[in-house]
């Protein structure tokens, strides 16, 4: 999913962007209202982390012409400005939620997943597939050539992650989030042994290979690559 983060802080600024890089997101860094604001009128995003208190074009302008142009990005403001008067102005204007600095990057984190929910209900389907693998959504069973694969509830998960995001590298920090919902640990190798244990159910006695390692970045699945 595409976030734009407008923050003139830098130092604020490049942390938000590369947590939320971390956690998944693709990140388009913004550092000043101007900017900004042409990002947010001429771009599709599925959401926009928007600080108030910025040069040229302030926060409050950005979201307004939002609103105006019937663009329904959903807005995250982040902000010093703690007054009941600040809150209620950026809600009337059709901010979605308030964060006040300084705040956590869990709590920001969560409340950005949290207004993306919110934001789309995508359609599901109930059959997922690449190349001969088949995941049967409703009854959590997957099968590759027509022979049913025995996973366990957080294999089955890691699968469905990397069958959603087919031909995506994602990193162990993504991958522990997702399916773990913890933060990675880079002295622990539990992404690893996972990845290992599902490859073996997976690929060995199967042609193509489908999950692969980018090395030095993370792991895909796809059904036309090799390991680098």
Known sequence: MRLLVVEDEHKTGNYLQQGLTEAGFQVSLARNGLDGHHLAMTEDFDLIVLDVMLPDVDGWRILQSLREAARQTPVLFLTARDSVEDRVKGLELGADDYLVKPFAFAELL???????????????????????????????????????????????????????????????????????????DSDTNVIDVAIRRLRAKIDDGFEPKLIHTVRGMGYKLDAEANDE
Do not use: C, H, Y
């Open 110 to 184: 969560a409340r950005v997943r949290t207004l993306l929910r919110r934001g789309s209900v995508p359609v599901q389907s109930d059959q997922l597939s690449v190349a001969d693998l088949m995941l049967d959504m409703p009854k959590r069973r997957a099968t590759r050539d027509g022979k049913k694969i025995q996973l366990s509830q957080k294999e089955f998960a890691l699968l469905e992650l990397l069958v959603r995001r087919e031909g995506e590298v994602l990193t162990r920090s993504l991958i522990a989030s997702q399916v773990w919902d913890m933060n990675f």
